[in-house]
């Protein structure tokens, strides 16, 4: 790797329980691939290292990407919220790491190609917040900058990072994702999930 590239560490935040959705939704199939899978994998392509974080569920999700070249953290507060899964990713990234690229298990509508966009997007710019862009405002997937990783670690409660994009909206970047939009909370979103087609 080019030493002058910002090293960019994709985290997967797949440590919710999926109880709107019945049952371990990380596990569901679509197109023959496990949601965890498929979207890490997706995440991983555009980054330098990938890591997922896991909490309910976490022994057999963990054998689930056991083979995969992902580094393993698992939040023992997941319970508490979102926002403890990020502190939990930010804060076990190496010094080497310049931008952390928030994703969330459950959108799975995601293409590979469009978390490489995004990545380009940050590279133009890394010292920038490059999110995507879906619903009327910026959201994850999202990478911040190494100088935000303190907001980060501050946020609280069962919330994203939104309001760090808010309290940054000078130095946002944004890429047009309606994807993004999709969340899988329940069995009905797979249909819609499922119509974006192909990655």
Not at 41 to 46: E, H, K, N, V, W
Not at 48 to 74: K, R, S
């Amino acid at each position: 790797m080019n030493a002058r590239r910002a090293e960019l560490h994709a985290l997967v935040l797949a440590a919710g329980s999926g109880r709107r959705f019945g049952s371990l939704k990380q596990l569901q199939p679509i197109d023959g691939e496990a949601l965890l899978l498929r979207v890490a994998r997706r995440a991983a392509a555009a980054a330098d290292h990938t890591a997922v974080v896991l909490g309910a569920h976490a022994e057999a999700l963990a054998a689930l990407i056991a083979e995969e070249p992902f580094t393993l953290h698992v939040n023992a507060h997941w319970a508490e919220g979102l926002a403890s899964s990020i502190r939990a990713g930010i804060a076990a990234l190496p010094r080497s790491c310049a931008g952390a690229m928030v994703v969330l298990a459950d959108q799975a509508a995601i293409g590979a190609a469009q978390y490489a966009q995004l990545a380009a997007l940050w590279r133009q710019a890394p010292n920038s917040i490059a999110a995507a862009y879906y619903s009327g405002g910026a959201g994850a997937p999202a990478i911040f900058p190494r100088r935000l990783f303190d907001a980060l670690l501050a946020l609280e409660g069962d919330v994203g990072a939104r309001g760090v994009l808010r309290a940054h909206a000078s130095d946002l970047i944004t890429l047009a994702m309606p994807s993004a939009a999709l969340d899988l909370d329940t069995p009905e979103d797979l249909s819609a999930c499922l119509s974006y087609g192909p990655p």
